[in-house]
Every structure is written in structure tokens, then in C-alpha cells.
């Protein structure tokens, strides 16, 4: 005999943009809207309750296959995601849109997050496992990823100043006020361009002058090869330049769990 399902019960939260957000709780159809977080959802077993995810929501492989693609980060298909009935939608700040965000919110529940330092991170894993009924699971990942970062603790004065590169043309990289900053001063580095805000554009001419010891080329968004490394060399050719996975600095959920341990081999 099937048992009759128990009807969600309402609570209202905050997410971290200071907004008040009722969600039945706990909820059963949740749509991501940003591919670090709908791996996050995965990671803490909610997976079956994940309806809808953006065509950027690559980890797990799965995630496309066994849900609705909903559009990309910053261009919602609107009548999929009304479609798929979610009783959740989670997104960001930073990666999607605002316009995109209060039209969905005007007819479901979104929960934002706002990131750009480790422990506002683990603030979200945190929030968002109890938010999606996994307050457990979320507590124990988020002290994993604390734990792992602490090992890497390193005096400011031996950090290598590097210049981190997220596109070509133009030339733009991360600087300060970016969680990728912040990655890489828990990492051991010094950022050749934090005087410069969040992700500026930058000539040839100001990396020359910033002089950093290593140039990091991230896989994404901009995918950075083997191909460009002679480019940046011949801009400071006493630096050490190369690749390196931008998931491991840019993406702030479960994928941190990997985080620590890659910086420490850059090291």
C-alpha cells in the first residue's frame, strides 16, 4: 500500500542577500542556476530532488542527462523552468542576472547566495543543506573544506606574487574583491593586480610593469591552453606561466573539498 505523501511545510529563510524567502520544507523540486551549486546539491545526495540546471552545470555528468536544461546562467528559458513546477530555485549573485532572477521571483522561491571569501562559502553549503533538507550532510562537508584550508596556512611574507588571467581578448583577470582572490591568498599568493578591482581588463603593458613571479592562465571561462603559454612568456619572460583549473579556484561549493590540496602542489 502506498503511503500518503506528507505536504511540505512552509519556512521562511534568509538567504545571503539579506532576502526573506518562504520554502516549503522540505522542498522536492529544486532548479539550479549555477554549476558549482547544482554539484553541491548532488554531493549532499539531493540529486533526485534537482529538476532543472543550466547548460553550464557540467559536474556531475549527470546532472544534464537526468534533468531539464534550463538556458544558461544569464539567459533563463522562463517556460521550462514555469514548466517544471519547482518548489525551489537557487542561483547567485554574481553568476546570474538580476533582471532574470526577480521575474522568477515573483512566482517562486529564490534563494540567492553572495560569494566572494571561503567562509562565505561554507556559510552557503551550510545554509543550503538545510534549506534542501541535508543540514547534516552540509555541516560535515563544510567543516571538511575548513579543515583542508587550514592546512595551508603560510606567512603573508612568503607569498609569490601572480597575475590570474579568466579571458584573452581582452586581456582580463581576477583582482581584488573576487573569490578567486581569495583563493589565492589562502593558497600562498599574492595578487600582482590587487590594486585593481574585482575583474578589470589589462594591457600587456601593466602586466610587464606588475612583474609577477608566476602568470596563471585559467581553463575557464576562457579556455586557456598550452597554445597561449609563449604569448604571456614573451610579456614576462621571468615569470612561470600555466595553466591551471579554474574549477578548483572559482567553483564555491562541494568541489572545494579539492581545492586545498591542488594549491598545495602549486606551491
Given amino acids: ?3 500518503p505523501l506528507i505536504p511540505a511545510l512552509p519556512l521562511t529563510v534568509t538567504d545571503q542577500m539579506g532576502r526573506r524567502v518562504a520554502v516549503p520544507f522540505p522542498p522536492q523540486r529544486i532548479v539550479s542556476l549555477v554549476p558549482s551549486q547544482t554539484e553541491l546539491l548532488f554531493d549532499l545526495g539531493l540529486g533526485e530532488k534537482v529538476v532543472g540546471v543550466t547548460k553550464f552545470c557540467i559536474h556531475p555528468a549527470e546532472a544534464r542527462s537526468k534533468t531539464a536544461v534550463i538556458g544558461g546562467t544569464k539567459n533563463f528559458d522562463f517556460e521550462k523552468i514555469a514548466a517544471l513546477q519547482p518548489d525551489l530555485i537557487i542561483g547567485n549573485k554574481e553568476e546570474n542576472y538580476q533582471a532574470g532572477i526577480e521575474q522568477l521571483a515573483a512566482d517562486f522561491p529564490v534563494w540567492l547566495s553572495d560569494i566572494s571569501n571561503l567562509p562565505e562559502a561554507l556559510d552557503m553549503i ?27 596556512a603560510t606567512p603573508h611574507s612568503a607569498a609569490i606574487p601572480v597575475a590570474y588571467f579568466i579571458w584573452k581578448k581582452p586581456y582580463m583577470v581576477a583582482a581584488t574583491g573576487t573569490f578567486i582572490d581569495d583563493m589565492l591568498r589562502r593558497a600562498g599568493f599574492r595578487n600582482a593586480l590587487a590594486g585593481l578591482s574585482r575583474y578589470p581588463e589589462i594591457t600587456a603593458e601593466q602586466l610587464a610593469a606588475a612583474a609577477p613571479q608566476r602568470i596563471f592562465l585559467s581553463s575557464e571561462p576562457y579556455p586557456f591552453g598550452e597554445k597561449h603559454l609563449a604569448e604571456f612568456q614573451a610579456i614576462c619572460p621571468a615569470a612561470k606561466v600555466e595553466i591551471v583549473d579554474g574549477e578548483l579556484f ?3 561549493g562541494s568541489r572545494l573539498r579539492h581545492s586545498a590540496a591542488y594549491f598545495s602542489q602549486l606551491r
Fill in 1 to 3: 500500500m502506498e503511503l
Fill in 126 to 152: 551550510r545554509r543550503v543543506g538545510f534549506i534542501a533538507g541535508a543540514k547534516e550532510r552540509g555541516e560535515a562537508l563544510a567543516a571538511q573544506i575548513d579543515a583542508s584550508f587550514a592546512e595551508l
Fill in 250 to 252: 572559482s567553483w564555491y
